[in-house]
């Protein structure tokens, strides 16, 4: 398994306070993305990075900030938690962001689970 | 704009075989993924198909139809623990992101 960690593992805040989700990785990948995952719309992704300090939007950006000082690390904020920020956050990595013969797939985290009361 | 498509449901019998079937709409084609996701898990990665044709990996195969933008994936000799949701991404890189874009999963429960 690909060495992925996110932590917390869960999580209950109240709304409009701020959140902090990380995800570190120990594969040494160039691509690290966070993506929710909510019930009957899949996975969507928020932000993902393509190296340390370039990061970019994902489909679903709007109220969420990323940050990635290393490369094993790669945070996801919250300014001000909303109720329709309740979900499931999964954090990925890949080795390649074009594919290659191989794909380069996306390997995941174990996933937060966060409530926003 | 990309649009992929998956049955939201199906059930198969103990020992059956079950094809789970992804339809895509995109404007580049640069691979196909499947994963499977258990509930309350992360998603594992199953398979990738670039090009037409089937892939096969033990109990599992994916084909791919690019003309047709067509994939399945194929479950030989179903056993209870691959009851799970069955997820099919697509990389488009038309707009200039390789990111895969998912479908919204197809859960499968199998029965004994």
């Known amino acids: 398994d690909a060495g992925i960690t996110q932590s917390p593992r869960h999580k209950v805040t109240e709304t ?5 989700l990380r995800c570190h990785q120990t594969e040494n990948h160039r691509y690290m993305y966070w993506y929710r995952q909510d019930p009957g719309h899949g996975l969507r992704l928020i932000h ?15 109220g969420y900030s990323v940050s990635r000082s290393k490369t094993e690390d790669f945070l996801l904020t919250l300014e001000s938690a909303t109720s329709s920020q309740t979900s499931v956050y ?5 080795e390649s962001g074009t594919g290659g013969t191989l794909g380069s797939p996306l390997h995941f985290g174990n996933g937060t689970r966060l409530t926003v009361t | 704009g990309q649009n992929i498509d998956q049955p939201t449901e199906m059930t198969a019998t103990e020992g059956a075989i079950v094809q789970i079937n992804c339809t895509y ?15 309350g898990e992360a998603p594992t990665f199953l398979s990738y198909n670039v ?18 933008g067509y994939s399945y994936l194929l479950l030989k000799e179903l056993q209870m623990k691959d009851s799970a949701s ?5 990389r488009d890189p ?12 197809t859960s499968l429960i199998v029965h004994p």
């Open chain 2, 51 to 68: 090009l037409d044709g089937l892939e096969e990996k033990g109990r599992f195969s994916s084909f791919l139809s690019r003309s047709k």
């Open chain 1, 48 to 62: 993902y990075s393509y190296g340390v300090k370039d990061t970019d939007k994902g489909e679903v950006s709007d």
């Open chain 1, 16 to 20: 409009g306070t701020p959140v902090t």
């Open chain 2, 94 to 105: 038309s707009g200039g992101s390789y990111i895969p874009t998912f479908g919204r999963g």
């Open chain 2, 25 to 39: 709409q995109t404007s580049g084609f640069n691979g196909l993924f499947w994963y499977q996701q258990h509930a």
């Open chain 1, 90 to 94: 999964f954090c990925a990595i890949s």
């Open chain 2, 86 to 90: 069955y997820l099919c991404a697509v």
